[in-house]
């Protein structure tokens, strides 16, 4: 990533407040750099992530990448 876009990003970051779930799902995306439906209700208690990550996208303006996967049903 470009050092101006990252700047950019990271003056966005700081203004989600802390302890937030926002927050702690934003430390994971830029820790591990993925996160699950199924990681984010385990470890964060956040049952909405879908609604976390449309609020991170348009309300912060925080670029986030999503991507499906297609796995055999049972």
Do not use: C, F
């Not at 984010?40 to 976390?52: D, F, K, P, V």
Request: aromatic share 6%; glycine share 2%.
């Amino acid at each position: 990533m470009e050092y101006w876009k990252k700047v950019k990003l990271d003056k966005k970051i700081s203004k989600i407040q802390n302890n937030t779930q926002e927050k702690r799902v934003i430390d994971v995306l830029m820790e591990k750099g993925k996160i699950t439906s199924i990681e984010a209700i385990q470890s964060l208690g956040n049952t909405r992530l879908s609604a976390t990550i449309w609020n991170l996208r348009h309300a912060h303006d925080i670029p986030i990448e999503t991507t499906y996967k297609t796995v055999k049903n049972r």
